[in-house]
């Protein structure tokens, strides 16, 4: 019976053998094959069901199919829970409107997606069963959200409300029920993501990727031919070495440095406080490389499928970042709190950005703090993490507007503010994080406690005492400078040209 009851919850047994040969939870397993599957699907499907050679119906229905098997091989009857998110938000938004539609699919979304997280969490024992069938569900949530403004802004809103990126990705139609289906379920991004926007899904399914975008100039750069449709396989193998490699760090060295010991009392009675800081900062280090094989495998899939297009560089070559979710050598090596956090996770940071920071009056950055503390779970070590990151985030933003401006007079300084940031925001990161991988607030509170909660005093101090001005006037400080460039330029080409 209990048997029943962990197959039930980790979806197919069919790979229970290789479970036990690699000593690894069956719902891993089934999630790794999956992906893989998955990447060889996407090649058939752009070789075998290019738009050139079928319609966007029978791609939609395709995608649409194996995304549903996939979730239910990996989640077996908790895949039902995609299905239903996504089937009464498209009942709200024809029911409601375009004016509220917004509003409520929000809501319904998040509280839905809470819902599976609390009770995932605490009704179940914090994950007694191992298949977290909530983590596609944060996923669909952020397109369901991302949907439903994006209808506002295309079909409720006046054109000059809207700021340029909220005219690119607005939505001037009601989707279809399979075009609502085939963007929150397909099989390219139903396991792992990441989030894109609707437009730019269907432009890829019609055969259209990035041509909307209306960023395109008349074929060359730098002398150099465009193609059409050009090739993704260069780049999905160098995403398909970095996750080996990603991977292979991770299994090697994540049991050498466990997070656990930052709380043990052995090791805070005995190591000198440097060494704490250095265990701290090797520690953290070893939880990232499963995030980077998790996201850059997804990115590989769609890549694969033809999806993920965004146009070329400067030197005419295509690029394959138009849903890349990580930024890796841009993450260890930065140098401010928010170059990390915007080359982290970076699509769910677009999705928080347009959501809710550009669109809340008050307080936006406390604002997308919460929410995204909301969005990722029930676990008391979230809302902790994301309370310090709101601290540390105003006092990073103070220290940049009041002090790296006397360090800009020379390449020396330049380099001696880089290098003491770097390890600034490292320190700051990790200090951040570790209530979120140990989950539980006793851990959480301990960790704290023995470091004396030493940076979030001096995040506090810093943030009194080094004035920032509010955003909506930093904002108005911005516009008062253009404006001026832009009567000059006007004006300068107005003026006709002397006789010779």
């Keep these: 019976m209990a048997t029943e009851t962990v197959s039930a919850c980790t979806g197919s047994s069919l ?10 939870p069956l719902d891993q397993v089934n999630f790794v094959v999956c992906q893989l599957c998955a990447l060889l699907t996407a090649v058939w499907f752009r070789l075998y069901l290019h738009p050139s050679k079928t319609s966007p119906f029978v791609r939609h229905v395709v995608a649409t199919l194996l995304g549903i098997y996939f979730a239910l091989f990996c989640f077996g009857w908790y895949a039902l829970h995609f299905l239903l998110q996504s089937g009464i938000t498209y009942g709200i938004m ?16 998040l509280g839905y997606l809470s819902f599976c997280q609390i009770t995932r969490v605490y009704v179940f024992d914090y994950g007694m069963y191992s298949a977290d069938f909530t983590g596609p569900m944060m996923v669909i949530t952020q397109k369901i959200t991302s949907v439903a403004f994006e209808i506002h802004d295309g079909m409720a809103r ?18 279809s029920l399979l075009e609502y289906f085939s963007y929150n379920c397909n099989f390219m991004g139903i396991l792992a993501g990441p989030t894109c926007s609707y437009n730019d899904y269907i432009a890829f399914i019609e055969g259209t990727p990035y041509r909307h975008r209306e960023l395109e100039t008349k074929g060359k750069v730098n002398g150099k031919s465009r193609l059409n449709d050009p090739s993704p396989n260069t780049e999905v193998i160098r995403k398909l070495a970095t996750c080996f490699i990603s991977l292979l760090v991770f299994l090697s060295v994540c049991k050498v440095c466990p997070v656990e010991r930052n709380v043990d009392d052995d090791f805070i009675a005995t190591t000198p406080f440097y060494a704490q800081v250095v265990y701290l900062y090797l520690s953290m280090l070893t939880t990232r490389p499963k995030y980077y094989f998790v996201w850059t495998l997804a990115d590989a899939i769609n890549n694969a499928a033809g999806f993920g297009f965004n146009g070329y560089d ?26 990390f956090l915007d080359n982290w996770n970076i699509q769910t940071a677009h999705w928080l950005k347009r959501v809710c920071y ?40 103070a220290v940049r507007h009041n002090v790296r401006p006397y360090f800009l007079g020379s390449p ?15 320190i700051a990161i990790c200090y951040t994080v570790v209530p ?3 989950l539980s607030v006793g851990p959480s509170l301990k960790f704290y406690r023995s470091r004396y909660f030493c940076i979030h005093i001096g995040c506090i101090l810093l943030a009194i005492a080094l004035p920032v001005k509010p955003r909506h006037l930093r904002l108005k400080e911005q516009q008062s400078a253009v404006q001026p460039s832009l009567e000059s330029t006007d004006s300068n080409s107005n003026q006709k040209p002397k006789a010779t």
């Design 15 to 24: 790979l229970q053998p290789i479970s036990e040969i690699t000593n690894l």
């Design 94 to 109: 024809i029911l409601t409107g375009v004016e509220h539609m917004h509003k409520y699919c929000l809501v319904f979304a």
């Design 158 to 175: 006046k054109e000059d409300q809207l700021n340029q990126g909220q005219k690119l990705l607005a939505i001037r139609r009601m989707p």
């Design 314 to 339: 400067s030197d005419g070559l295509p690029r394959w970042d138009l849903i890349s979710n990580l930024r890796i050598m841009n993450i260890e090596l930065a140098t401010s709190f928010k170059v």
């Design 358 to 397: 550009e669109r809340c009056p008050y307080n936006p950055t406390a604002a997308t703090f919460l929410l995204s503390a909301m969005w990722h779970g029930a676990y008391p070590g979230y809302y902790l993490t994301f309370l310090t990151g709101i601290v540390i985030t105003l006092a990073a933003r």
């Design 412 to 426: 020396t300084h330049k380099f001696v503010y880089d290098v003491i940031t770097w390890a600034a925001t490292q």
């Design 436 to 438: 979120f991988v140990l």
